[in-house]
């Protein structure tokens, strides 16, 4: 029943945009170009378009990608997660301390997921059972986390010297391919084929379009608000372990702001700040335009407090974009 009444709006939104091009559905696709010229133009002498430039650009998105594409499917649903900064932190701390007790990799990455897992059930419990709004319990679990975090390593780093988990998560290549780039395309296939081609990605669309409508049509809307709110920390959680692959060690200050660029991420690739549609494809192009203009601004000279202004800039924008949208 739901899956027919999906597919019959479907169909209809695809009639009436054959009729009615609105530039502003691809506004982020029209953006993100414009940027690549724009720096190439005025960057080109400083090797902003050398291979290795944009490779380095695809790299260091990657992390957030990865918590873009999970926070569409929060966003999507009618929620929001603001612990996956935090819960990034975390995970990659508990994964580094498992290795230096002497778990190993599988370890490793079986302690990093868990803490992952266990920080969103936490958070879907309380938003889905006791009906905290999501803005509330993941903005108190950012700070329990953070906290936890500095608590358990005193802010210390924890080196990781496990050459298989750096190799696999950040630092190796497979063949001629970082590793990095093959984990943002393995998870943008997954989600996109998840939201499109998938109950669950139809339940998470109907649930944030219309909640009771899509409980009438028999979906169970706090499992699915639930399920996704897991999604996100566990995303944050192989993000974390990405971070701690790169850099051979985890730091309580890995994912600090990533919050913000993920929903910006989000929102400029065209998903509505109230739910109801989401676009994975067009969160990673969101996410890459936003690592763009940072490689480009730092290329140009600016410092953090100015590539903080343009970057403020951006979510106000995202935020605008979303709530024309609606």
């Given at each position: ?5 999906i ?7 695809t009639?009436?945009s ?7 559905n691809y506004?982020v696709?029209?953006?993100f170009?414009?940027?690549l010229?724009f720096?190439g133009?005025t ?6 378009l050398?291979?290795s430039?944009l ?7 990657t992390m957030i990608?990865?918590?873009a594409?999970?926070?569409?499917f929060?966003?999507a ?13 975390f995970?990659a ?7 230096q ?5 599988l370890?490793?990455v079986v ?10 059930a936490?958070n ?12 509330l ?11 936890v ?16 988990f750096?190799?696999v998560?950040?630092?190796?290549n ?15 296939i ?10 669950f990605g139809?339940q ?5 379009g219309?909640?009771?409508?899509a409980e ?9 608000k639930f399920?996704?709110?897991l ?9 974390g ?14 994912g600090d ?5 993920a929903?910006a ?6 998903t ?20 763009t ?6 290329i ?6 100015q ?6 800039a951006?979510i106000?924008?995202a ?8």
């Amino acid at each position: 029943m739901l899956s027919r009444v999906i597919n019959e709006r479907n169909i209809m939104n695809t009639k009436l945009s054959r009729k009615t091009f609105d530039w502003r559905n691809y506004i982020v696709y029209i953006a993100f170009v414009i940027i690549l010229i724009f720096f190439g133009v005025t960057l080109g002498n400083q090797g902003f378009l050398l291979p290795s430039n944009l490779l380095n650009i695809v790299r260091e998105t990657t992390m957030i990608s990865i918590m873009a594409v999970a926070m569409t499917f929060v966003i999507a649903s009618g929620e929001i997660d603001l612990s996956i900064g935090s819960t990034t932190a975390f995970a990659a701390l508990i994964s580094a301390l498992a290795i230096q007790a002497g778990f190993g990799f599988l370890g490793g990455v079986v302690a990093g997921l868990l803490s992952g897992l266990l920080v969103g059930a936490v958070n879907g419990y309380l938003t889905t059972k006791i009906a905290i709004p999501s803005f509330l319990v993941t903005l108190g679990m950012m700070q329990l986390v953070r906290g936890v975090d500095m608590w358990i390593t005193h802010t210390n780093p924890v080196p990781i010297l496990n050459m298989t988990f750096n190799n696999v998560f950040g630092s190796g290549n497979v063949g001629p391919i970082p590793s990095l780039l093959i984990w943002s395309l393995v998870v943008l296939i997954i989600g996109h084929f998840t939201l499109k081609k998938t109950p669950f990605g139809r339940q998470i669309l109907a649930t944030g379009g219309n909640r009771l409508s899509a409980e009438y049509s028999g979906v169970n809307t706090q499992r699915i608000k639930f399920t996704a709110l897991l999604l996100t920390s566990v995303a944050a959680a192989i993000a974390g372990m990405l971070y701690s692959g790169m850099m051979q060690s985890a730091r309580y200050s890995f994912g600090d702001g990533d919050e913000l660029s993920a929903i910006a991420a989000v929102i400029l690739g065209g998903t509505s700040l109230f739910g109801g549609n989401g676009s994975i494809i067009g969160t990673v192009i969101g996410s890459l335009m936003i690592g763009t203009i940072n490689n480009g601004l730092i290329i140009m000279g600016l410092d953090v407090s100015q590539q903080m202004v343009v970057s403020g800039a951006i979510i106000i924008l995202a935020v605008a974009f979303g709530k024309k949208s609606r």
